[in-house]
């Protein structure tokens, strides 16, 4: 079975400090793993994806994940937190098998400090 | 390009009462789900379809029926709303294997 579970509800940063969000997955195969960005009151939007191509990977607005398998971990991180960054973070892992779903973690709620 | 639209945006209903969210997607993609979102438990998933006419239950079905008809639309029903399905509401849509589209939501609330 396939689940994801993010380490933090709640994390406060400092505007221009790094931002660390947390996850682990779980997964008979070989998984691929998401993170989703939901701005207050909007839909989620595709921040980055892992596919099994590099372990090392870049999404929008400076956000980065390392796939560590050994860790079974998928942490999202960027170096200079900005304002804009306020938002609901979402790590998501999908079942290869069968019909592919979607599995999402609880969600971890980023604040920034002005 | 649309992408995944979803109607409403909010709705009121009364208890016992019926409704269906409509959820259409323009990009062709075979596989589609509706979630629903509570506070601090993520999405979970409602009913899935890998295309048309094949439809699935996910994690949480009760209370909802689904049917795909054609591959752009895949509404979502509630039989008999209770206070419980009080939620905001994701379609998606998907090729297998690659990320999802989500709709913008549909806020629900049963009184």
């Known amino acids: 079975a396939q689940s994801v579970t993010q380490l933090d509800s709640h994390v406060s940063v400092s505007e221009g400090t790094p931002v660390l969000l947390r996850c682990n997955y779980s997964s008979s195969y070989s998984p691929s793993l998401f993170w989703y960005v939901q701005h207050p009151n909007k839909g989620l939007q595709l921040l980055l994806k892992y596919t099994s191509a590099a372990t090392l990977v870049k999404g929008i607005n400076g956000f980065e994940a390392e796939f560590k398998k050994s860790e079974t971990s998928f942490h999202l991180t960027k170096p200079s937190a900005h304002m804009s960054d306020a938002a609901e973070y979402f790590c998501v892992v999908s079942d290869p098998t069968g019909a592919n779903n979607l599995f999402f973690g609880t969600g971890t709620r980023l604040t920034v400090i002005p | 390009n649309a992408g995944v639209t979803q109607t409403p945006k909010f709705q009121v209903l009364k208890t016992g009462q019926s409704m269906t969210l409509q959820c259409a997607q323009d990009?062709?993609?075979?596989?589609m789900s509706w979630y629903r979102q509570d506070p601090g438990m993520g999405l979970r998933l409602i009913h899935y379809?890998?295309?048309?006419?094949?439809?699935d239950q996910g994690e949480v079905p009760n209370g909802y029926n689904v049917s795909r008809s054609t591959t752009e639309d895949f509404p979502l029903r509630l039989l008999s709303a209770a206070p419980s399905q009080t939620s905001v509401y994701f379609c998606?849509?998907?090729?297998?294997?690659?990320?999802?589209?989500f709709g913008q939501g549909t806020r629900l609330t049963v009184v």
């Open positions: 379809s890998v295309g048309a006419g094949i439809t």
């Open positions: 990009m062709n993609h075979e596989y």
């Open positions: 998606a849509s998907r090729r297998p294997n690659t990320e999802a589209f």
